[in-house]
């Protein structure tokens, strides 16, 4: 079974610096997607990146990237410039690229970071 | 563009009572998940709809059933509430299963007590 594992219980980090969330994964497979998702205290679940386990290259939108390391399963995301706006809970997700069988759209998550933004 | 709905945003239950929480999307996505989170853990899937009139278990299904009302809704029953229930649910959808970034609605906060 794939499990995914957020080691960080909670992070901070000063307005305007730079932050690294971790996150660790296991699966026996070989093409699969991971994604970073927001949860402010709104609760509603945003996505703030994505990454096909094919591409080598690393997924970057705007202030997020991730570093994306598939022989070591690691997928970290860097928030670059933070804003108070970032303060959220952080969840790491995985699932298999395949449509059918028991893994079928079943996301896996993480078990949350919550990063606090200092003014 | 509303996106993911759900109603109703909170509720209180007593043990044993039955209730709805009710999912429309609005993006013509093909499939729906019904997602529980609890305090210090990610969401864990309770059941999902690969596409309409298919339904099937994730990885929490007791206690629960659902329902593919069409395209648009997902309809997620619990018989008798137990305390064990109490959680926030959240619905998602997108355009085809495994291959397909996942959206999600705003979540409901059930209380069963």
């Known amino acids: 079974a794939q499990t995914v594992t957020q080691s960080q219980p909670e992070m901070s980090v000063q307005e305007a610096e730079t932050v690294t969330l971790s996150c660790t994964y296991d699966?026996?497979?070989?093409?699969?997607?991971l994604f970073w998702y927001k949860q402010p205290p709104s609760r509603q679940m945003i996505l703030v990146i994505r990454?096909?386990?094919?591409?080598?290259q690393n997924a970057t939108e705007n202030r997020f990237s991730v570093n994306f390391q598939k022989a070591a399963k690691s997928f970290s995301l860097k928030i670059s410039d933070s804003q108070l706006g970032d303060a959220a809970m952080y969840f790491c997700?995985?699932?298999?690229?395949?449509?059918?069988?028991?893994?079928?759209?079943?996301?896996?998550f993480g078990q949350g970071t919550i990063l606090t933004v200092h003014p | 563009n509303a996106g993911v709905t759900q109603t109703p945003k909170f509720q209180v239950l007593k043990t044993g009572q039955s209730m709805t929480l009710q999912c429309a999307q609005d993006?013509?996505?093909?499939?729906m998940y019904w997602y529980r989170q609890d305090p210090g853990m990610g969401l864990r899937l309770i059941y999902y709809?690969?596409?309409?009139?298919?339904?099937d278990k994730g990885e929490v299904p007791n206690g629960y059933n659902v329902s593919r009302l069409n395209k648009r809704e997902f309809s997620l029953r619990l018989e008798s509430a137990a305390p064990s229930q109490t959680s926030v649910y959240f619905c998602?959808?997108?355009?085809?299963?495994?291959?397909?970034?996942?959206?999600f609605g705003p979540g409901t906060r059930l209380t069963v007590l």
């Open positions: 997700a995985y699932h298999f690229r395949w449509a059918g069988g028991t893994s079928y759209g079943k996301l896996t």
């Open positions: 699966t026996s497979e070989s093409d699969y997607y």
């Open positions: 709809s690969a596409s309409e009139g298919t339904t």
């Open positions: 990454q096909e386990a094919y591409k080598q």
């Open positions: 998602a959808s997108n355009r085809m299963g495994g291959t397909d970034t996942q959206y």
């Open positions: 993006m013509n996505h093909n499939s």
